[in-house]
């Protein structure tokens, strides 16, 4: 990366999310995160800031093995805030097949803050939630 300009950079580390949750890839979702970042998990009751907690949160999230997931990006929208920073904002959604019966968890929203640490873009801050139904 570090070619197409910060938008189009930081939007292509943040879209690597959604396969590596579809492969249940704890390791390659916490990569993906700044050592420091700020996380909240759609099921998170407080914040994390460390990197081993964002590895147990999909650890745990990702279990149990063996079940068909797919993580799918609906929308995104993305805003230079600098030339290292970039906030991104949008919908997605968690398919899962466990024993034979399919299950649809979303739209969720998320957003992130990516920021460029030397060559690579990471997740700075992370917050996900459910979308709340219509009034």
């Keep these: 990366m570090g070619h197409a300009g910060p938008q189009d950079d930081a939007q292509a580390a943040f879209e690597q999310f959604f396969p590596a ?4 890839n704890g390791a ?12 909240y998990g759609t099921s998170s009751r ?8 964002v590895r147990a949160y999909f650890d745990s ?3 149990p093995r063996g ?3 797919k993580a799918t990006l609906l929308t995104s929208t993305a805003k230079v805030l600098a030339d290292n920073v ?7 959604q968690i398919e899962r ?3 034979g019966k399919s299950s649809v968890n979303g739209p969720l929203r998320i957003s992130v803050v990516m920021q460029r640490r030397g060559e690579r873009w990471l997740i700075a801050q992370f917050h996900n939630s459910p979308r709340p139904a219509a009034p």
């Design 46 to 53: 407080e914040l994390v800031t460390q990197a081993a907690g």
């Design 86 to 92: 970039v906030a991104i904002a949008g919908t997605w």
């Design 67 to 69: 079940t068909s997931v």
């Design 21 to 24: 949750f579809t492969f249940n």
């Design 61 to 63: 999230a990702l279990k």
């Design 97 to 99: 097949e466990v024993e």
């Design 28 to 39: 390659a979702m916490s990569a993906l995160f700044a050592p420091d970042a700020q996380f």
